[in-house]
């Protein structure tokens, strides 16, 4: 009289236990396969935001060293013309990209307080930023 009753307990449990088990191996789901549209129409992680970036920060003024080490900058790399200061603003960047991440580089993910700068030379315009320290980065994408 017990073996039937345990043969129909276990075999409910089996029925229960179907969708899971299908679910967990590879192709077995109980639903469509399909990834859904929002998966498929994703864009790719990217790493920074292609293009300029507007300013957003606080104006600020530039300190000394900070410009002489812009204009130190400018001239290495053959910018004869006086540049002249377009804007310049406090930022707290996101990492130590400083806004400015190059694709495939990683970076320290800590809030960075800094600066942006731009100025103008010789009819180009020019994206210099500035983390805790006076060294500037040429922003150039």
Known sequence: MR???????LAVGALALAPVLAACTPGGSMSDP???????????????????????GTPVAVPPARWDALVADL???????????????????????LGC??????????LVD???VLVTAGGETYDYRFGTGDD?????R
């Open 3 to 9: 073996r039937p009753i345990i043969a129909m307990t």
């Open 34 to 56: 399909t990834p859904s549209a929002s998966a498929t129409s994703r864009p790719p992680f990217q790493t920074a935001t292609p293009g300029a970036i507007a300013p957003t």
């Open 75 to 97: 001239g290495a790399r053959g910018v004869t013309a006086t540049p002249e200061l377009v804007s310049a603003e406090a930022v707290t960047f996101s990492d130590s990209s």
């Open 101 to 110: 991440a190059t694709p495939g580089q990683s970076y320290t993910q800590a």
């Open 114 to 116: 800094g600066m942006r």
């Open 136 to 140: 500037p980065l040429l922003c150039t």
